[in-house]
C-alpha cells in the first residue's frame, strides 16, 4: 500500500571506520517504521526478549534458544574480512528462516528502524540491508514478526545474541568459526573450559 515519500535509505557501516552514507534507492520492500509495533497475540508477548535495566548485562533476558558471542575476536580484524563474514552468515541466516515474503523488524535504537522483506534485498538493482547485525555504537535489533527469531547486538559489552533455534541451527556453526565458542548459552554464562 502506498505510503507517504520515504527518505533515502542509508545502510549503517557496520565496519569501525566512519564513512559518508550512501544514498539509498526506496524501494516498496524495505519501509522505515514511524512508530512502535505491538505484538497481538499474548503468545508472541511472551516469546519476545524482555528489556532488563540499561546497566546490566545482557540487556534483554535472552530466550531459552539462545547463544550469545563475544565480538571482541573482531578486534584483530584489520581488513574486516571476520566481520564481513559474521554479517553475511548472520543476515542470510535470518533470510533463510523467513518465507519468501515475510519480514523482519531492523531496530536501531533511537533512530529509524525498518521493516523489510529480506528476500527483496541485496541483489542486483536492490537496496542493501537496512542496518548491519554488528552493534556500532546502538543496540543493533532484527526481529521476526511473532519476535521468536532475532538478533540482539550490544554495542556496550560488545556480544550479539542469536535466539530461535531454527536460526541457530542454520548459522552458529560459521558464528563459531569467526568469534570463537559462545559466551552464553540460553542467558546462561558458558563455561570457557
Given amino acids: 500500500m502506498p505510503g507517504p515519500a520515504l527518505p533515502l535509505l542509508q545502510q549503517a557501516d557496520h565496519r569501525r571506520h566512519p564513512t559518508p552514507p550512501r544514498p539509498r534507492r526506496h524501494n516498496a520492500y524495505v519501509l522505515p517504521q514511524r512508530t512502535p509495533h505491538h505484538a497481538g497475540p499474548a503468545e508472541s508477548q511472551r516469546s519476545r526478549p524482555e528489556r532488563q535495566q540499561p546497566f546490566r548485562w545482557p540487556a534483554i533476558k535472552e530466550p531459552a534458544a539462545s547463544a550469545a558471542w563475544s ?14 563474514r559474521l554479517v553475511e552468515g548472520v543476515e542470510q541466516g535470518l533470510a533463510s528462516c523467513v518465507h519468501p515474503q515475510g519480514t523482519l523488524f531492523a531496530l536501531d535504537w533511537q533512530h529509524t528502524s525498518y521493516r523489510f522483506t529480506p528476500h527483496e534485498v541485496d541483489g542486483p538493482g536492490q537496496p542493501a540491508w537496512p542496518l548491519s547485525p554488528y552493534p556500532d555504537g546502538d543496540y543493533y535489533i532484527f526481529l521476526s514478526e511473532d519476535f521468536r527469531m ?13 535466539f530461535d533455534e531454527e ?9 563459531d568459526k569467526v ?12 563455561d570457557p573450559a
Avoid at 71 to 84: C, F, K, Q, S
Avoid at 150 to 162: R, T, V
Avoid at 167 to 175: I, K, N
Avoid at 179 to 190: D, E, N
Fill in 150 to 162: 532475532g538478533s540482539f547486538g550490544h554495542p556496550w559489552e560488545q556480544s550479539i545474541c542469536l
Fill in 179 to 190: 568469534l570463537g565458542p559462545p559466551i552464553r548459552r540460553s542467558g546462561r554464562a558458558v
Fill in 71 to 84: 565480538l571482541a575476536p573482531l578486534d584483530d580484524d584489520p581488513d574486516y574480512e571476520r566481520l564481513d
Fill in 167 to 175: 536460526f541457530l541451527d542454520a548459522v552458529s556453526t560459521e558464528v
